[in-house]
Nanobody
Framework: QVQLVESGGGLVQAGGSLRLSCTASGRTFSSSAMGWFRQAPGKERDFVAAISRSGRSTYYRDSVKGRFTISRDNANNTVYLQMNSLKPEDTAVYYC?????????????????WGQGTQVTVSS
């Protein structure tokens, strides 16, 4: 079993930055690929970014490339999402997710464990 706890969400003006953190416990974090997803009201949960267990491979949805950066600190069982140049359309609940394998994935169904989510609101 894996427990994931996100933090770092909040209200920010367009063009601003936020850094989300996700701390994992209960399983070998360093053996798991990790991802961030987001869900806006009335919409499906969408892939945002993913990172391999080593951190050497990262993947992003097109709309956040060049603005968001995913990283991880295996020594502290934490994955981060640095979000810069935020836009109102980035407003959503952001979820951290963990796989049971080291293979990176970009669909929600391939992730076994989820955090409770953290709200990100970008005002125009």
């Amino acid at each position: 079993q894996v427990q994931l706890v996100e933090s770092g969400g909040g209200l920010v003006q367009a063009g601003g930055s936020l850094r989300l953190s996700c701390t994992a416990s209960g399983r070998t974090f360093s053996s798991s690929a990790m991802g961030w997803f987001r869900q806006a009201p009335g919409k499906e949960r969408d892939f945002v970014a993913a990172i391999s267990r080593s951190g050497r491979s990262t993947y992003y949805r097109d709309s956040v490339k060049g603005r968001f950066t995913i990283s991880r600190d295996n020594a502290n069982n934490t994955v981060y999402l640095q979000m810069n140049s935020l836009k109102p359309e980035d407003t959503a609940v952001y979820y951290c997710a963990a796989r049971t394998t080291m293979l990176v994935a970009t669909t929600a169904a391939e992730y076994a464990y989820w955090g409770q989510g953290t709200q990100v609101t970008v005002s125009s």
